[in-house]
């Protein structure tokens, strides 16, 4: 069984992933993941230091005066596994990703994040 503790632990990594996001904290998100992270998308494979860097040359969505409408849709915990599913609308892209979360030496990272784009077409 899975204490609320470690529910709270988890939420508190995608707070942090929302705010990183929100207001382009590439700091703030370089230390909920875990440094061999790959971010997958279709067709799209990148390395965390990729990600960042295109977080950190992208518009803030803050300083745009974007509202901050990110969503927890579901947590699972099983142990020392997590995994979430969240809504990210951000800039003209509406965002599903599934966060796959470890915990390892008493802490939650993020090992695993997929993504697809609601608003794209199909091809």
Known sequence: MTSVNEFELVNDIVQAYFDGL??????????????DV??????????????????????VPSQQGRSYDFKLLSIEVIKNQAMVKLECP??????????????????WKIVT???????EKQP
């Open 38 to 59: 790959f971010l997958k998308a279709p067709g799209s494979r990148r390395s965390l230091e990729q990600w960042l860097s295109a977080v950190a040359s992208r518009p």
């Open 22 to 35: 929100h207001h382009g904290d590439v700091a703030k998100l370089r230390t909920i993941f875990h440094p």
């Open 113 to 119: 994040k997929m993504y697809t784009d609601l608003q």
């Open 90 to 107: 951000l800039f003209e892209h509406h965002y599903i990703d599934f966060l796959g979360l470890l915990k390892e030496d008493g802490h």
